[in-house]
Nanobody
Framework: VQLQASGGGLVQPGGSLRLSCLAS??????MGWYRQAPGKQRELVAT???????NYPDSVKGRFTISRDVVKKTWYLQMNSLKPEDTAVYYC????????WGQGTLVTVSS
């Protein structure tokens, strides 16, 4: 199973980005995104289950939205009202008995 993350980049505070994670298959129990900022622990930022239940930590709730397209074997992370503290490498992952990881995509929020 391969996961391909994309969509990172440089954005000003208050801006938006949408990350995508393309998988080589469509069936997983849970899909989501983690992030890791320099010198900080990895943080879970969004999950979505196979039946569409989503979950977010308080740090991104109301600003980030995870969604999925089963046909395209892709899930997305829409990030709005971005803050400098959202700067991190974002990793997509998926669970189906085993946890699969995509490569990271860098998000930089800076003026």
């Amino acid at each position: 199973v391969q996961l391909q993350a994309s969509g990172g980049g440089l954005v000003q505070p208050g801006g938006s980005l949408r990350l995508s994670c393309l998988a080589s298959r469509s069936v997983f129990n849970v899909m989501g995104w983690y992030r890791q900022a320099p010198g900080k622990q990895r943080e879970l930022v969004a999950t979505i289950t196979a039946n569409g239940i989503t979950n977010y930590p308080d740090s991104v709730k109301g600003r980030f939205t995870i969604s999925r397209d089963v046909v395209k074997k892709t899930w997305y992370l829409q990030m709005n009202s971005l803050k400098p503290e959202d700067t991190a490498v974002y990793y997509c992952y998926a669970k189906a008995g085993y946890t699969y990881w995509g490569q990271g995509t860098l998000v930089t929020v800076s003026s």
